[in-house]
C-alpha cells in the first residue's frame, strides 16, 4: 500500500500525463518559444528601419525631426523595433504552444474550441496596437505639445524618448485588449469562473479606471475614451466566460450521464 501510494505521488498525473514528463513537455514549449522569438527578433533588425521611418511620417504633427542625445540611441531604437516586431509574430506561436501544452487535459471538443482562440488573440492584439496609436497617442502628444508652448519651450525631440513614450502607451493597451480571449480561454480550461469574474468587478472597474487616467492627458473626456472601452472589454468578457463556463458545465454533465449509463 505505501509503495503504492508513494509510486501515485511520484506520478501525479494531469490529463493521464505523469508529473515529470509534464515538467519536460512544458520545457519543451518554452524552449519552442525561446527559439522562434530569438529568430523574430533578428527578422525584427531588418524590419526596423522601415518601422522607424513610417512612424515618423505618421507623427501626429506631421512633421518631426528626432535627434540623438547618446551615440547608443540607434542601436538601442534598433533594438527596440525588433524587440516589438518579434513580439508581435511570437504572439500566435505562444498562444499555440499555450493551447499544445494543456490540449492533453481537454475534451475533443474543447481542443477545437480553445484552438480558436489563436486568431481571435492576434486580432484583439492588433486592435488594441491601433487603439492606442491612432487614438490615445495623438491625444497624449497634443497635451505634451501644448504644455511645452504654454512654458516658452523649445521641443527637442530625442529619438530615444520619443518612442519610449510612444511604446509605454501602445504595449499596454494592446496587452489590454487580450482580456477577452485570455478570460474565455481560461474558463474553458476551468481555472476562471463568471461568479469569481463579478465579484472582481468593482476592483477590475477601478484598475480601468486608473489605468484611463495614467496614460492620457488629465481631461475627463481623455480619461473616459480609454476606461469606457476597457471596462466594457472586461463586461463582454465576464459575458463570454458565463457562456463558456454553461457550456462546460453541461458537457461535464452530459459525460457523467454517459458514465452512469455504462455502470
Known amino acids: 500500500m505505501a509503495e503504492r501510494s508513494g509510486a501515485k505521488a511520484d506520478t501525479m498525473e494531469m490529463g493521464g500525463m505523469p508529473l515529470m514528463e509534464h515538467i519536460g513537455e512544458l520545457r519543451k514549449r518554452v524552449i519552442y518559444i525561446i ?48 524587440f516589438i516586431i518579434s513580439f508581435i509574430v511570437a504572439i500566435p506561436f505562444t498562444l499555440f504552444q499555450l493551447w499544445a501544452f494543456v490540449k492533453p487535459a481537454l475534451g475533443k471538443k474543447e481542443q477545437r474550441a480553445t484552438l480558436r482562440y489563436i486568431p481571435g488573440a492576434l486580432f484583439m492584439f492588433l486592435a488594441g496596437l491601433a487603439f492606442a496609436y491612432y487614438v490615445i497617442f495623438p491625444m497624449a502628444y497634443s497635451f505634451t505639445e501644448k504644455v511645452t508652448e504654454n512654458l516658452g519651450l523649445k521641443q527637442v525631440y530625442g529619438a530615444n524618448q520619443y518612442f519610449s513614450f510612444l511604446f509605454n502607451i501602445l504595449v499596454p493597451m494592446s496587452l489590454l485588449f487580450e482580456l477577452p480571449i485570455v478570460i474565455l480561454f481560461l474558463t474553458r480550461i476551468g481555472i476562471l469562473s463568471p461568479d469569481l469574474l463579478r465579484k472582481l468587478r468593482k476592483l477590475a472597474w477601478f484598475v480601468m479606471a486608473v489605468v484611463g487616467v495614467v496614460v492620457t492627458p488629465p481631461d475627463v473626456i481623455s480619461d473616459l475614451l480609454v476606461a469606457v472601452p476597457l471596462i466594457l472589454l472586461y463586461e463582454v468578457s465576464v459575458l463570454l466566460s458565463a457562456s463558456a463556463y454553461r457550456k462546460r458545465m453541461r458537457r461535464a454533465a452530459e459525460r457523467e450521464a454517459a458514465l452512469d449509463e455504462e455502470d
Open 35 to 82: 527559439i522562434v522569438l530569438v529568430l523574430a527578433l533578428v527578422g525584427g533588425l531588418f524590419g526596423a528601419e522601415p518601422l522607424f521611418d513610417y512612424l515618423v511620417d505618421a507623427a501626429p504633427s506631421g512633421e518631426i525631426d528626432l535627434s540623438a542625445f547618446s551615440p547608443w540611441d540607434a542601436i538601442s531604437l534598433y533594438m527596440k523595433f525588433a
